[in-house]
């Protein structure tokens, strides 16, 4: 039985997911909110939910094998091969010294489509990077898909690159159930969302300097990506 946002937002919520503080992301930009997903695989009914509700998402989406950002994707990248029956590829973030030497583990054919799987999107740069590696060994990605999409532009970013991004929940999803149960008030809420559109702070150099360092597991220093 498939579930809505709210139910979602609501079973994440009673998990303890959704973290209020001062925390830093990846892109050096502070934020009070923090998504901490790392948690989902010590809960096996809430990460099936999560990964079912990702394989209804993902129905009618052209593609023929799976790929999860390294590596805090990964486990969410699983639970959907498993529940699709499409094969796993697995990126490395950098190559061994010994064995193989792979930087993509798995069994493909160039041409093939690839689904990127990621579990919390800020400005898309992990997804960019796995994007890239699976394209430099002849494979197709056009398309990704999110557990959250933070709205902080990684959307737009991955347009940019040719790759259409899919969210299962968004921070307007998120924010509009705290605001119900009180937890913030809708004036903050506002504020905070305009508070993390604001890439400003962010220069080319910067961009660039962080896009090359970025292995963006849930986006941190100690948050998002």
Request: proline share 2%; glycine share 8%.
């Amino acid at each position: 039985m498939s579930l809505n946002k709210t139910a979602l937002v609501k079973l994440l919520y009673d998990a303890g997911v959704f973290k209020f503080g001062e925390y830093t992301l990846k892109s050096g930009q502070f934020t009070p909110v923090y998504i901490d997903l790392r948690s989902i695989i010590s809960k096996p009914q809430l990460f099936k939910t999560l990964v079912n509700a990702l394989v209804e998402l993902v129905k009618g989406l052209d593609f023929s094998v799976l790929c999860g950002v390294p590596y805090a994707a990964i486990p969410l990248a699983t639970g959907v091969m498993v529940h699709s029956d499409v094969p796993l590829l697995l990126a490395r973030k950098d190559a061994k010294d010994y064995g193989t030497k792979k930087m993509i583990e798995g069994d493909f054919v160039k041409g093939q489509k690839v689904l990127i799987v990621e579990d919390v999107t800020v400005l898309g740069w992990s997804i960019q990077e796995t994007a890239q590696s699976l394209r430099e060994h002849g494979l197709l990605v056009t398309d990704a898909v999110t557990l959250v999409d933070r709205q902080q532009g990684g959307a737009d970013n991955l347009t940019a690159d040719n790759v259409n991004l899919h969210s299962l929940l968004t921070f307007d999803d998120i924010f509009a159930y705290l605001v119900e149960k009180g937890d913030v008030t809708a004036e903050r809420a506002a504020e905070i969302r305009r508070q993390l559109a604001d890439t400003s702070y962010l220069n080319n150099a910067s961009k660039d300097k962080l896009k090359r360092q970025s292995t963006e597991e849930n986006g941190v220093v100690n948050g998002n990506h």
